[in-house]
């Protein structure tokens, strides 16, 4: 069974301060990677995609991506109560498999 | 560009009951995803569409779930009949080729089976 596992939370952060989300993934064979924002009843939103090891920055998002560890992270850097919400890790080996999502809680 | 459309957002129906819902893609999008997402739980795949053909569909419960594109674009998912367990909202996504997997989603039907 190809898994993507997540802290379930709730992680809390005053806010200003720097979010990290983390994600392990077992499939080796997964090339790509994407963090989704869920807010309460609303959709999956597409916020950041990596496909090869390092950093890639967005704003005032980064996704880091270890594929020797099968580790991917999101920081979310001087965190807003909006950015209050899910956070979802997914990868893909063909497929798209979802971890369970962490719940992120920035308050002001 | 108009975002991918779903109906209905909700449906309350009693076990044993068929129902249905249709998914509009992002225009020009030919991959199109059904997902299920139960509460505290990432979506699962139930269904994949490359234009009108469905690639994948081995999470698909076949003796009571199925689902057609039959013009490529358009999609409905219908279940029949429903049980109690099948309550979840059910996400449509689409991408915009083959191979990609950056997803869009619909907002989703919410679905309470009684």
């Known amino acids: 069974q190809k898994e993507v596992e997540q802290n379930s939370g709730p992680l809390s952060v005053p806010e200003g301060a720097i979010a990290s989300l983390n994600c392990t993934y077992s499939?080796?064979?997964?090339?790509?990677f994407f963090w989704y924002r869920q807010y309460s009843g609303k959709s999956p939103e597409l916020i950041m995609s990596?496909?090869?090891?390092g950093d890639k920055e967005d704003g005032r998002f980064t996704a880091q991506l270890n594929k020797a560890s099968q580790y991917v992270s999101l920081l979310i850097r001087d965190s807003q109560p909006s950015d209050s919400a899910t956070y979802l890790c997914a990868g893909s080996g063909g497929k798209l498999i979802f971890g369970q999502g962490t719940e992120l809680s920035v308050k002001p | 560009e108009a975002g991918v459309v779903q109906s209905p957002r909700y449906k309350i129906i009693e076990k044993k009951q068929p129902v249905a819902f249709w998914c509009n893609p992002i225009s020009g999008h030919n991959t199109l995803y059904w997902y299920r997402q139960n509460l505290g739980q990432g979506p699962e795949l139930l269904i994949r569409?490359?234009?009108?053909?469905?690639?994948?569909d081995s999470q698909l419960p076949k003796d009571r779930f199925s689902a057609e594109r039959l013009k490529g674009v358009d999609s409905t998912l219908k279940i029949q009949p429903a049980e109690l367990g099948d309550s979840a909202v059910y996400l449509c996504?689409?991408?915009?080729?083959?191979?990609?997997?950056?997803?869009?989603f619909g907002p989703g039907t919410r679905l309470t089976v009684l």
């Open positions: 569409y490359e234009n009108e053909e469905a690639v994948d």
């Open positions: 499939d080796r064979g997964s090339q790509s």
């Open positions: 996504a689409s991408s915009a080729r083959t191979g990609s997997n950056e997803q869009f």
């Open positions: 990596i496909y090869s090891n």
